[in-house]
């Protein structure tokens, strides 16, 4: 889905969702675009004077597009575990950005080395399985942590793994995601 014009769609649907929520608008409608009916996963962030503020989203295709943007909208604002939730008064105070990923793709790899030489710093998201435990960080995170071995580290530390742990025995996946973000007149 390669269309300028769904960016703004769904940035759209998912600050009204969260508006919503917040009982500041009525209920979102899904517009009738049939890309909006098949099934996306998406990630919603948040911030809020540049800082992150909630982020939630969806690895796998398991709901129709707009529902997943409203659901992981509403998900970003109320239910990050990392914040408390959204009030009323901040509604125009943040910013909306919604991701689109692709499908995972998963890697093979004998060694941390093997598995980093595939990951395309600033292009690629990345999701890491150890038994029950699993993290993902989006392309995005690779701003904040631009050097390989260090974004890797993190990611482990998020899943809950020590982060000096060798990758043997881990499973690997990459993505890669379309993002729309609101503009200051946008969110305001």
Not at 10 to 25: D, N, S, V
Request: aromatic share 6%.
């Amino acid at each position: 889905m390669p269309d300028t014009d769904l960016g703004p769609t769904l940035l759209a649907l998912a600050r009204q969702a969260i508006a919503h929520r917040l009982g500041c608008a009525p209920a979102p409608v899904v517009p009738a675009d049939p890309r909006l009916h098949e099934k996306g996963a998406t990630f919603v962030t948040l911030t809020k004077d540049g800082d992150l503020r909630g982020c939630i989203g969806s690895l796998r295709r398991s709901r129709k597009l707009g529902e997943d943007v409203l659901a992981n909208a509403i998900a970003a604002a109320m239910d990050d575990p990392r914040f408390a939730p959204l009030e009323a008064d901040e509604l125009d105070a943040i910013t909306v950005e919604v991701s689109l990923l692709s499908e995972p793709e998963f890697l093979e790899f004998a060694d941390e080395e093997a598995l980093l030489a595939q990951l395309r710093p600033g292009e690629d998201g990345l999701i890491i399985f150890s038994g029950c435990r699993s993290a993902t960080f989006l392309p995005q995170v690779w701003e904040q942590l631009p050097e390989p071995h260090q974004f890797l580290a993190a990611l482990k530390h998020k899943a809950g793994l020590p982060t000096h742990r060798e990758v043997a025995g881990l499973m690997a996946a990459r993505y890669h995601v379309q993002k729309w973000k609101e503009t200051a007149q946008e969110a305001s």
